[in-house]
């Protein structure tokens, strides 16, 4: 990835928090937890995941920063939704959570110097993944979730 591409990216993930607080008002909290069906989330447990996957970003960004070259291990976003009971988590919480995370990670790679984007790491998946693929993943995490979250305002309204 070029710097100019970079740095652009690096400021859209800053904003995610900003962005998901602003979207997330346009959604009445009482269909927070209409599902459509049982396989499909809630804005409420979308919510709750965000948190729970900007933690395992915030790991992972250091991890390749830190420790390139060793493996990074993913996890099971479904699994940990039954888990953790996404349901009966704070939304609150998860979004402080989320806020604090997501600038700690911003500000930390805002300042990094360009060789150390070329840093990779191997996932148990076998997966290869550089400094670069994660900021192209997490700066789209929250978009792809917004328009998640309206696709079930859009159900909700034909089914209240």
Known sequence: MMKEERMQKI???????ALLTEAIKQFPK??????????????????????????????????????????IATYDQDKWSAAFHYPEQSTEDALELFRRLRLASYNLIKTLPGPAWSNSTGSMENETVTLDDWLKVYEEHIPEHIRQMRKRYEEWKKNP
């Open 30 to 71: 009482e269909m927070w937890s209409f599902k459509p069906s049982p396989n499909r989330w809630s804005i409420h447990e979308i919510i709750v995941h965000i948190a729970d996957s900007e933690a395992n970003a915030y790991v992972k960004c250091r991890k390749l920063i830190a420790e390139p070259g060793k493996a």
């Open 11 to 17: 400021e859209s993930y800053g904003k995610g928090y």
